[in-house]
């Protein structure tokens, strides 16, 4: 039987908040929230591990990962919550921007969605 690569999400979010606790425990890294950190990372990567690469992916991982590396940041003390906001909301706008590229692929759902929409009406 050939494993499936989406049953890894679940024990690679495991080890990683594990061994963000551990490290926040150890005193080798300050108090980060993991699992809000991590989990912010797991949906930004699944976002590509999932859906490929298209014009939603595009958008929804990158701004998962940069608000989970955002969200070290802020945990950290080195960035505020009236800075760490608008650099989301501009770097939405750039990813829109950039989902809008004629390069990258539409959805494969929003184009079955469409067929089948064509079939019924024929």
């Known amino acids: 039987m050939k494993p499936d690569n989406k049953t890894l999400a679940l024990p690679l979010l495991l080890i990683a908040v594990g061994t963000g606790s551990l490290l926040t425990n150890l005193g ?9 950190t991590l989990g912010l990372a797991v949906i930004g990567l699944l976002a590509f591990a999932l859906g490929g690469f ?23 003390d080195r960035l505020h919550v009236n800075v760490e ?33 064509q079939k019924e009406r024929s």
């Open 28 to 36: 080798v890294v300050p108090g980060i929230d993991w699992v809000w």
């Open 54 to 76: 298209d014009k939603v992916t595009v958008v929804i991982g990158p701004s998962f990962l940069l608000a989970s590396f955002l969200s070290i940041l802020r945990q950290t």
């Open 85 to 117: 906001v608008p650099i989301l909301v501009i770097s939405a706008g750039v990813l829109f921007l950039v989902a809008r590229l004629p390069a990258i692929p539409m959805p494969k759902w929003i184009i079955q969605e469409a067929k089948a929409g």
